[in-house]
C-alpha cells in the first residue's frame, strides 16, 4: 500500500519517437501550465491540442503521440486501442484511473506525478490537526493517530506527528512484509489503539494484492475504538455507507467523545454520497484538493514533463519556478498577552492554528462543498469539478512567511521551535 511503482522501466520506447521531428501532443486543457511546458520540445516540431475531459476520446486521439491527462480520464484499452499514442501520462499522483497492465502488454509507456503534491497534502492534514484541536475535537498532542498507508506522503505525515509528540502507529503491510514487522503495526492494532486513523494509500482494486477498495468497511468500523476517521488519500478506500452507519451510531456522544470524519476523497466523485456530506459528524469536508496548491499542480506538471523528457530521450529545459506567481507578502499575525489562569491560556497549537489559517483558510473550502449539498446530482457534479478546476490560489507554506508578535515570551519560543520542525514560515 506505501509504494508506489517505479516509472523508470515504463520510459522505454523513447527511440521509436526521436527519429520523427513531428510530435502531436493531447493534452487535457486544464493541467497546470500545460502550454508553457509543453509547446515546445528541443528537437522536435510539437503540435499541441488541447482538449476538455468529455472530449478525450479515440476519435480525437487519432493522430496523437503522446496523451497528457488528469484523474478525470480513464486510459486504457476502450480509449488507446485504436490510436497511435505511444505515452501516457497523468498529472496526478494517483494512477488507478490507468490500465497499467493493458499498456505495459501494449508498449505504451506510462507515468504518474507520485510524489509531487506530498507538501501540499502534509500542510492540509496538519491544518486539519490544527484546526481539529482548537475545535475540542482532539488534544495535540495527547492524541494517538493511526496511519493506514506509509509511502511518500503516510511517511512524512508519520514524522510530522511525532515532532509534534504525538503517538504515531504506521500500518503498511507491503512495506513490513519487505522491510520487517519491526515499527509497523496490524490494521487491528490501529483500530483497537489509534484515536483517529488517517488513510493514505492508493486505490489498488479488488483482485490485485493488496488491495486497498472499503479497507475500512463496515466489519473494521464496528470494532474501531477511536473517534475519528480522516481519508486524504482515494475515496474508494473508505466505505462511505459504511462511515454513515459509523457516525449515526456515535451521535448520541457530545464534545471529545463524539465520532467525526474529515473527508477530501470522497466514493462516486464528483457526485459524493449526499447523506454524508450533510451529515453532521462531517468534521471538515473538501472536494479532492489536498494536494492543489500552486505548488502541487505545477510540480504535476513538472513531474511528467520530465517523464516525457526521459521517454523522448531528451533535455528537459521547462522549470516550474520561472512559471510560478509572484511570491506573496509576508502576513502578521498578533497574539494577546496570556491570562493568568493556565486553563485559559492559549496554548501553541491554537497559534499555529491561527497561523494555518492565514495561509490556507481550510474552512472556505468546506463551506463551499457544503453549500451544494442539495444541489441535483448534475450540479453536484458541476460545482465539484468546477471548483477543483478554478481552484482559489494557496501558496506553499515554505513560499508564505507570518511575523508572529506574542506578547508571552515563552510560548513564542516554543512557537517558533514548533513551526521551524514542522515547515511553517514564522519570522
Known sequence: MGTEPNMENKLNMGNKLNTAKKLNIAADNHIWGIESAFSALPGFDVDLRLLE?????????????????????????????????????TATIGDDHYDKAWLDAHGIGWANAAGSSTGSVLEYMLSVLFDLHARGMIDLPQTSIGIIGVGRIGSALATLCEKMGMTVLRNDPPRARQEG???????????????????HTPLIHHGEDDSTVHLLAQSQMDVFQGKGIINAARGSCLDNAALCNWLDEGAGQDGRDARFAVLDCWENEPT?????????????????????????????????????CRFLNIQATWNMADHLPELPAPVSLSIEAPVQTSSQKTDIWQTLHAASKLLYPIHNDDKAMRSWADLSKSELAKSFTGYRRNYPARRAWHHAAIQLNDAD???????????????????
Open 53 to 89: 475531459n468529455k472530449h478525450i476520446n479515440p476519435a480525437s486521439l487519432n493522430h496523437a503521440d503522446i496523451l497528457l491527462t488528469r484523474s478525470s480520464t480513464s486510459v486504457n484499452a476502450a480509449l488507446l486501442a485504436t490510436t497511435p499514442v505511444r505515452f501516457a501520462a
Open 409 to 427: 515570551a515563552d510560548r513564542l519560543q516554543q512557537t517558533l521551535q514548533m513551526a521551524q520542525a514542522i515547515g511553517l514560515k514564522i519570522v
Open 181 to 199: 514487522d519491526e515499527g509497523f503495526h496490524s490494521l487491528n492494532a490501529l483500530l483497537a489503539q489509534a484515536d483517529i486513523l488517517s488513510l
Open 272 to 308: 459524493p454520497l449526499n447523506s454524508l456530506l450533510k451529515h453532521s459528524g462531517i468534521a471538515i469536508a473538501t472536494p479532492h484538493i489536498a494536494g492543489h496548491s500552486v505548488e502541487g499542480k505545477a510540480a504535476n506538471t513538472q513531474y511528467i514533463y520530465n517523464a516525457l
